[in-house]
């Protein structure tokens, strides 16, 4: 069964029958449509006790609040489940109560990105497309590309220039067509899209498709149910377009409307300095104006975010706060999480652990806050990165001359 009951236009606020395109008629592009359920209806089958009892660890077993058929074909690669893990050390390290890391990075192509492309191929194949294409700073081409790899599709991915080595390979290997643009990922998302019109592909982008955000709420209503119906005070969630922080939002949203939990998370948005025209929306409560990006957290640096009204509505429905972190700190943050967790993020997703630490270092999250930090990348998608945090290792002689000064150096000795 399927609940959906219409896709609805976040501008003009027209309610659209799903076979509409993938934006607003009226509004044309920045027309971005928020899908519609019969809550009603999906309230009497997701009941606190039917999940408990669902064997399904994978996002899929929210499939009453996916966009999808119940006789659909789905990817065999497994996504979500993904481990919510109390992290004290780090927690004390922020300077709050409680804090929780849910690691995304574990997901089958290694970021968050694949709650999104599973629903994309998923779309794909209903919609009869053979092809699917993507424009992307790295992640959600990777997944896109591992999801279709999983369903048989072909995929056409469009990354700009300076996309990681690690993600770009990832494509590679998944047989993707990869396109490797001169120019920002602003160039690439205008290439794809005219491509996408000219040849009839489906169209993977998180900033134009409306049915993307829907996979991406998964994390969100994980979130709800790992914590047993118990939301921490804030969820951190790092912001480039706003498609996931607006989604992690609508599954918490949702899960109120439900009944299924009886308050909600306040949501930190945060964005690297150097690319923060969301935070910029958001403070001025101006539309967006958009920049040049500029940080080494390439999965968040988007000067034009489509998602941007979404993410700003999000924000400020949760009683949250946006706030924006520098380059430096999210170095550090990358340094001390894997320190004080063991969790190995990449910058972007270092970037929701820098924030909160700056959230409560200026009083805006309070000390006895307990929060979640979205961790939505693994570290491993862009080592060059993680080096310059991380330093170099010591080098030694076979006879270890120099080990004992190295270990009372270290105060291991
Ligand atoms: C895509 C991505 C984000 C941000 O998501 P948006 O929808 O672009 O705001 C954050 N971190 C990582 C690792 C990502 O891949």
Redesign the pocket.
Known sequence: MNFVQGLKCLFCETVYPVRVGYTCPRCGITGILDVQYDYAGVGRILTRHRLAARRDQSHWRYRELLPVGSNAALPALSVGGTPLTSTPALARHLGIAKLFLKDDGRNATG???DRASSVGVVKAREKRRPIIACAST???ASSCAGMAASMGLESVIFVPERAPEPKVTQLLIFGATVLRVRGTYEDAFQLCQRSCEKWGWYNRN?GINPYLVEGKKTAGLEIGEQLAWEPTDWVAV????????AAVWKGFRELKTLGLMARTPRILGVQAEGAAPVTAAFLSGEPMRPMEPATLAD??A?GVPR?WKR?VLAVRESGGTMINVSDGEILEAMRYTGRLSGIFA?P??ATAVAGLYRAVAEGRVGRRASAVALI??NGLKDVQSARTAAGQPYDIAPDGGALEEILRERKLI
């Open positions: 970021s968050l990105k790295g992640n959600a998180s790092s912001v480039g377009d706003g498609c996931t922080v999965s968040i988007v998602n993410a990449e972007a997703a939505t990348g």
